[in-house]
């Protein structure tokens, strides 16, 4: 049985969907706040911290900020759906924009659940406690309220670089600090490659 385009399209955003919780639960449910696993040395990184903010562990207005944050990342969810449905229908749209709209609503999806459900559903993480699923005395914060979970970390710190590779000044020199989870690389690379390789279609689109 051959599945239509939609089907396709909304298997895709659960799959990843699932990938980027189970991650996130995974962590949240291991690891304390801080706390880091090597897997490539120091150049890559499990290192879990949380946000209240935007990607990659910026800030956004304190308390009113994180609200309207969360209300916005809601609308954005139900503006793309709109216009992938929209997309969907058309026969001619490229299965690149497809797909690059499907990883924006992944990301898009994948930290409002954070911030939707997570202060309710675990307790706090702190730097020597690790989360408890559904905690018998609730959750760590309210509805809209939860932290975003982030963890991957590529420091590629130059003190693990081969002696003859050159370095700033010759002292320590972290390349990408920035710490950042499977949704936010879903959004980064979907707006790299539609920047690179699409740009022609919205372009169409506007006329």
């Keep these: ?44 990184q499990i290192c879990f ?12 207005g304190g308390s009113l900020g994180k609200l309207a944050l969360s209300l916005f990342r809601v609308v954005l969810i139900g503006f793309i759906i709109v ?14 924009i497809l797909v690059g709209l499907s ?8 930290n409002v659940v954070d911030c939707l459900f997570y202060g309710e559903i675990f ?6 406690r690790v989360a408890e699923l559904f905690p018998p005395g609730g959750g760590y ?13 590529f420091p590629i ?6 002696d003859w590779v050159p370095v700033w000044g010759g002292e320590e020199f ?12 879903c959004i980064s690379v979907a707006v790299i490659y539609m920047l690179l390789f699409q740009r022609k279609f919205f372009a169409e689109d506007k006329k």
């Design 1 to 44: 049985m051959k599945l239509s385009k939609g089907t396709l399209i909304t298997l895709f955003v659960v799959l990843l969907l699932v990938a980027d919780q189970a991650i996130k639960f995974a962590v949240k449910l291991n690891m304390t706040i801080g706390e880091s696993i090597p897997v490539f040395g120091n150049w890559f």
């Design 157 to 162: 710190i130059n003190t693990t670089w081969p």
């Design 123 to 128: 307790s706090e993480s702190t730097y020597t």
């Design 83 to 96: 216009y992938l449905r929209k997309l969907i229908k058309k026969a001619d749209t490229p299965t690149g």
């Design 174 to 185: 972290v390349f990408f600090q920035p710490i950042f989870n499977f949704a936010d690389a």
């Design 141 to 153: 914060s309210g509805f809209l309220y939860g932290k975003v979970v982030d963890m991957f970390y």
């Design 103 to 110: 990883l924006v609503l992944v990301g898009a999806i994948g």
């Design 49 to 60: 911290i949380e946000n209240n903010g935007m990607a990659f562990g910026m800030q956004f």
